[in-house]
């Protein structure tokens, strides 16, 4: 009998164990990558004007034909660069729409992928930073009178608003059909992470509840809980500030590539943000293990007095 008994606690201590490894890293997931609020916030710690400047300056300048505007490179950039730096709360504002969006698609809240973004925003800030460089860049504008003038820049306002269209459409129809084979795929094993999220819960707080009853006194079970937390507990908390360590030299190496400045700024934070949870999760672990040890040593069990 002590035998099985015996068998059946380190049975359940291993499954422990090994429930706590998985659910480790399952919460990290949750939190993490399957977290629109941290995706949105991480997002919005990057440069988000300027990384859209490069793009958008690229796409206009190549609508627009050699010659239609004087200095146009010049004078395109120095436009869009004004224009998303003052529009970069609104930039974010659409960003996050999309974030939640594409996940409330991912995660089964909602049936499909659509979301409209009106640019009457972004043509009227573009207006705004227009004229201003173009009388800076081109000195012989202010001579003109107000009239000329006005109609001069107007004309250089409809050549570059009009490559942008009135609404940007995010959907399912604008995808391909193996985008959106990748997208289902990746719902249904959303869906099977957070089947194992509630599913490793139950299961944990099950294997508690057996060697509890196995052990039938407070000691024992209070021992081997202890134990079981604390060689998860330590091995992971240690093993996260490796990664971290790792981490930081391959990144200090991309430092060192053509890698954008604002994501080699961006990139040693994500990767802290990134495993906090498990980071969290390993030293929560450790430190219920110590108490529970502690609880082992200092209980006194109730002496009967028939």
């Known amino acids: 009998m002590k035998f099985l008994k015996g068998l059946a606690i380190s049975l359940l201590g291993i499954l422990l164990f090994l429930s706590l490894s998985a659910f480790g890293l399952v919460l990290t997931i949750n939190q993490t990558i399957l977290n629109p609020d941290f995706v949105a916030s991480e997002i919005n710690r990057l440069d988000i004007s300027s990384l859209a400047g490069e793009f958008f300056s690229e796409q206009i300048s190549q609508q627009i034909p050699s010659g239609q505007i004087p200095q146009g490179e010049e004078i395109i950039g120095e436009v869009v660069a004004d224009t998303l730096d003052d529009l970069e709360p609104w930039i974010k504002e659409q960003v996050n729409a999309m974030i939640y969006s594409i996940y409330d698609y991912l995660t089964g809240n909602t049936q499909s992928l659509s979301l409209v973004i009106s640019t009457d925003e972004l043509k009227k800030a573009l207006e705004d930073s227009l004229e201003p460089v173009l009388l800076q860049s081109m000195p012989q504008l202010a001579s003109l009178p107000p009239e000329v003038r006005d109609a001069a820049i107007a004309q250089y306002h409809e050549q570059l608003s009009g490559q942008i269209p009135a609404t940007i459409d995010f959907g399912e129809y604008m995808m391909s059909p193996e985008v959106m084979s990748t997208l289902e795929q990746a719902r249904e094993y959303i869906g099977y992470i957070q089947m194992a999220y509630k599913a490793l819960i139950g299961i944990i707080l099950v294997l508690i509840g057996l060697i509890v009853l196995i052990h039938r006194q407070v000691r024992g079970a209070t021992r081997q809980l202890g134990i079981t937390f604390m060689v998860y507990g330590i091995p992971g908390y240690i ?68």
């Open 239 to 306: 093993g996260i500030f490796a990664i971290k360590n790792y981490a930081t030299q391959q990144l200090a190496q991309l430092t060192q590539s053509n890698l954008p400045a604002t994501f080699q700024t961006w990139l040693p934070q994500f990767t802290d943000n990134l495993l906090a949870p498990l980071e969290m999760f390993c030293l929560g672990t450790l430190i219920c293990g110590v108490v529970l040890l502690i609880v082992s040593f200092v209980y006194k069990p109730r002496v009967s007095s028939i």
